[in-house]
């Protein structure tokens, strides 16, 4: 069966109603980045750190995947399909996505500030400053946050590795390490590039590449054709 990999960003969340952090006030939700989303926060103020996740959780909990999720559900019949994804919402799981691969972590769930960094699903439940895991330590979002490495990035390199075909959906490629991962797909193999400004996202990708410059939403569901049609050359 042809073997096919998902990169999707942060676009294709946007369509269900959950705002990009890079948004071009600079602010996610009305907060700085660098106040919310990095360990040195975390160390100043893990108080606001924790609460801002916890309001991305009560809005993910009142969200519903959008068409674009949907089709990518249908086409996993088609093809051995695996989505890996900068989104760390629930939004592919729940439209039916059977392989996910978290790059920047989860909402619903937390990890272990002590040594094991044992990992447990929390939902769509706040998290606040005193719960601790079993061996005592306190709990903090199980979010990749800037300036933290990505662990599950060779897992998604060893992916795209093997893949037939990469289609990209919602993502800028400007966020690092995620947007070379196209690199690792084998040489010759197709790209199919799914964005509004796909034209001008299309520069540094060195493979066969169709473009279509529309939202996730209508753009996945052309996917399936685009399968159909390579799968038959």
């Known amino acids: 069966m042809m073997r096919v990999v998902v990169l999707s960003g942060a676009g294709i969340s946007a369509e269900s109603g959950i705002k990009t952090f890079r948004a071009s006030d600079g602010l996610w939700e009305n907060y700085n980045i660098e106040d919310v989303a990095t360990p040195e926060a975390w160390r100043k103020n893990p108080e606001l750190v924790l609460e801002f996740y916890n309001q991305r959780r009560r809005q993910l909990a009142g969200v519903q995947p959008n ?89 998604a390199a060893a992916l795209v590795e093997k893949a037939d075909a990469l289609i990209i959906v919602g993502t800028s490629l400007n966020v690092y390490p995620a947007a070379g991962l196209h690199q690792a797909l084998p040489a010759g193999n197709p790209i199919l590039l799914i964005d509004p400004a796909a034209a001008d996202l299309a520069h540094n990708l060195y493979h066969p590449v169709t473009l279509i410059a529309e939202p996730a939403s209508t753009g996945l569901a052309k996917a399936c054709d685009w399968i159909q049609k390579f799968a038959a050359e």
């Not at 996910?100 to 939902?123: F, M």
């Open 67 to 155: 068409a674009g999720h949907i089709a990518l559900t249908k086409l996993q019949e088609m093809v051995e399909l695996n989505v890996v994804t900068q989104n760390v919402d629930d939004l592919h799981e729940r439209a039916g996505s059977r392989h996910v691969l978290h790059l920047h972590g989860e909402l619903t769930k937390a990890r272990s500030t002590g040594p094991s960094e044992a990992v447990s699903h929390i939902a769509y439940n706040d998290v606040k400053l005193g719960m601790t895991c079993a061996e005592g330590y306190q709990l903090r979002p199980h979010i990749v946050w800037f300036g933290e490495m990505v662990p599950a990035l060779e897992e």
